[in-house]
């Protein structure tokens, strides 16, 4: 599908990536073949919701045709939204569907933040909570309606804008952060392993600087070179209409970002390889978003974050186009100053006195609790003896009283008499019965009475 409106493209997550087979006999004809479709991901912490509303509404043939149909300004503006409510049941229910999953997502990472944070309070109003996300409409949570489009286009779109500039943001701490490790791992050598350690690193440095020249993003020379190493093609030939749809690999009439990006792996090949030591390959990535935002700077004129094939061919008409400025790479161009990094080291000191202050917290609760742990078990062992010695007691107060032992829950222990000893006195019963039997004597010295 050809997508007029770049905005809605710039959210799209779904990029088709396609190969190129090249004709060099006809390069005016590109064949182009799908082999796969790969996944992009914005960065967005709402990424894989918003990538699934879009495949959705993909889906209607409504939707769609209008779609082809916008403008940026519909889109921006929210005229797009209101479509919402043509599309068919069976996408709408599908819709209802994802922001209800979206919804309880965003419930159970409030849950696990207020948990993390030991909120005391757990009847909070999640329906206030969920007012801090802006890409869904937090008043209705059950269907997804024209505002919810309408808060995910504009959320989305404001949110990759400031996108770029994060990501610099994150290199320069991740640069200040290995120059700091760096001058730490120095102050704990010795001088004479310091100073050969540090001409070492210099060699390095040096090494990485002697690549060869890196031509400028978007000029002719760089795109002659990979319409020449890529493409397969003579650089002789060269023409900027088939080079752009050469390059146009999902064939939707602009150059995306990822499009764009994709011509520099050949300069950056020159400056970065990932088996040298002194090459850092998250400064070539760095230096990939560089080229991007320059080409987009000096191409983009409806600043829509795409390249229009009108754009590109008017782009190649300046002069800057054939003579272009010396384009400076990483090494030449510090990403932080002086200053940056002293502020940047002081954070780092107070967080670790953070932590060790947090440390030695959690190891006095240790102690305090192997302490109580010791008491307790001291408590026991003094209760067990306490137990032993009243039962002994009960049972030598028993044996005095004549009263049957006691077991060790109070009932009482009867003897009974075993089977050995009954045998042993049965002989005996029989001559006592004959005893019994026996008639009684007669009294002897009666008087005698006439």
């Not at 929210?78 to 409510?85: A, F, I, M, T």
């Not at 010795?190 to 040096?206: I, P, S, T």
């Not at 002719?220 to 050469?246: A, H, I, M, S, Y």
């Amino acid at each position: 599908m050809k997508w007029i409106s770049g905005w809605l493209l710039l959210l799209s997550i779904s990029v088709e990536v396609w190969s190129v087979p090249i004709d060099r006999n006809a390069a005016q004809q590109v064949p182009k073949e799908e082999v796969q479709e790969e996944n992009m991901d914005t960065g967005l912490y709402y990424d894989r919701y918003l990538r699934e509303v879009i495949e959705v509404l993909e889906t209607d043939p409504h939707f769609r045709e209008k779609l082809q149909t916008a403008n940026t300004e519909d889109i921006k503006n929210g005229r797009l939204s209101k479509e919402l409510d043509l599309v068919s049941h069976h996408v709408r229910t599908r819709l209802d569907e994802l922001k209800r999953q979206e919804v309880s997502r965003l419930r159970m990472l409030l849950k696990a933040k207020l948990d993390s944070t030991n909120t005391q309070s757990l009847q909070m109003d999640h329906a206030s909570l969920l007012k801090q996300f802006e890409h869904l409409d937090p008043h209705n949570q059950n269907t997804f309606e024209a505002k919810d489009l309408e808060l995910l286009i504009s959320t989305a779109t404001k949110d990759l804008e400031n996108y770029d500039a994060e990501r610099h943001e994150e290199f320069k701490r991740y640069e200040m952060l290995k120059e700091h490790e760096r001058r730490e791992y120095l102050k704990s050598l010795d001088q004479e392993k310091r100073e050969k350690e540090e001409k070492r690193m210099q060699e390095l440095k040096e090494k990485h600087r002697q690549h060869p020249k890196v031509n400028a993003p978007g000029s002719v020379d760089q795109l002659r070179e990979v319409w020449e190493e890529t493409d397969g093609l003579d650089p002789q030939e060269f023409n900027p209409k088939t080079f752009f749809k050469l390059h146009d690999t999902n064939e939707d009439g602009v150059l995306d970002e990822q499009e764009l990006e994709a011509l520099f792996t050949k300069e950056l090949e020159k400056v970065y390889d990932p088996k040298n030591e002194e090459d850092d390959m998250m400064e070539m990535e760095e230096e990939r978003l560089r080229m991007r935002e320059h080409v987009m700077k000096n191409v983009d004129t409806n600043k829509d974050r795409l390249v229009s094939l009108e754009e590109f061919l008017k782009s190649t008409e300046k002069k800057e186009f054939s003579n272009p400025k010396e384009w400076e790479t990483l090494e030449n161009k510090p990403v932080y100053t002086e200053e940056e990094l002293q502020r940047f080291e002081a954070e780092l000191r107070d967080k670790e006195e953070e932590l060790k202050r947090r440390a030695e917290t959690l190891h006095q609760e240790q102690e305090l609790l192997k302490e109580r742990g010791k008491a307790l078990e001291a408590q026991r062992r003094e209760y067990q003896q306490a137990v032993l010695e009243m039962s002994q007691r009960q049972k030598e107060q028993q044996a005095v009283d004549g009263q049957p032992p006691a077991g060790p829950n109070g009932e009482l222990q009867f003897q009974t008499q075993k089977p050995e000893d009954k045998e042993a006195k049965a002989p005996a019963e029989p001559e006592a019965e004959a005893q019994n039997n026996l008639p009684a004597e007669p009294p002897q010295n009666l008087p005698l009475h006439t």
